[in-house]
């Protein structure tokens, strides 16, 4: 099992802040499986970034995704008020599918 | 419009039976896997199983092998999943969500709570 650990576990930032979070996996993982996704408290998630750096419909480019082998990146360059949220990240190159723990991007 | 229903939220007693489903409209059924993630209170995601409906062929996490029924209706274009014996660490919301591209969920349902309690 290829197990995702997040970090950090919250993120304290004010609008308008840059908020990278970090993904990195216990074994190396092919960009093409590695997605974002977002989830509001009362919220099923939501998709942001799929194959490690693409948007997925309707995600502006505020978010972007880089990285490769075990170590991947979410960056929001300007946090905007909807934009706190929990935010997990997956792996999708082997045949089980792992969630890391999630990361808390909270108002500050 | 693509989207994913889910059935309403179930209120059981332990060692009761449960089957929640997952109705695609707008896109091929048959054709997309469709997974399920259970997101027990307060905490992250898990990755349960998936399915593809065309054949039904189903695969699961080793966490919930044994514990859980995926199955599918394609004539219907609904996913379910099932519990035969519920114990109260069952209580969740439990999302299906569909596979897209190469194996990222790009359409969620809105989940379904499930609260497992004497």
């Known amino acids: 099992e290829i197990v995702l650990t997040q970090s950090p576990g919250t993120l304290s930032l004010s609008p308008g802040e840059r908020a990278t979070l970090s993904c990195r996996a216990s074994?190396?993982?092919?960009?093409?499986?590695l997605a974002w996704y977002q989830q509001k408290p009362g919220q099923a998630p939501r998709l942001l970034i799929y194959?490690?750096?693409s948007r997925a419909t309707g995600i502006p480019d505020r978010f972007s995704g880089s990285g490769s082998g075990t170590d991947f990146t979410l960056t929001i360059s300007r946090l905007e008020p909807e934009d706190f949220a929990v935010y997990y990240c997956q792996q999708y190159g082997s045949s089980l599918w792992t969630f890391g723990q999630g990361t808390k991007v909270e108002i500050k | 419009e693509v989207q994913l229903v889910q059935s309403g939220a179930e209120v059981k007693k332990p060692g009761e039976s449960l089957k929640i489903s997952c109705k695609g409209s707008?896109?091929?059924?048959?054709?997309?896997?469709i997974a399920w993630v259970r997101q027990m209170p307060g905490k992250g995601l898990e990755w349960m199983g998936i399915i593809y409906p065309g054949d039904s062929d189903t695969r699961y996490s080793p966490s919930f092998q044994g514990q859980v029924t995926i199955s599918a209706d394609k004539s219907i274009s609904t996913a379910y999943l099932q519990w035969r014996s519920l114990k109260a660490s069952d209580t969740a919301i439990y999302y299906c969500a569909r596979r897209g591209g190469q194996g990222y969920m790009d359409v969620w349902g809105k989940g379904t709570t499930v609260t497992v309690s004497s």
């Open positions: 074994q190396s993982v092919s960009s093409t499986y």
């Open positions: 707008g896109y091929s059924f048959p054709t997309y896997w």
């Open positions: 194959a490690a750096s």
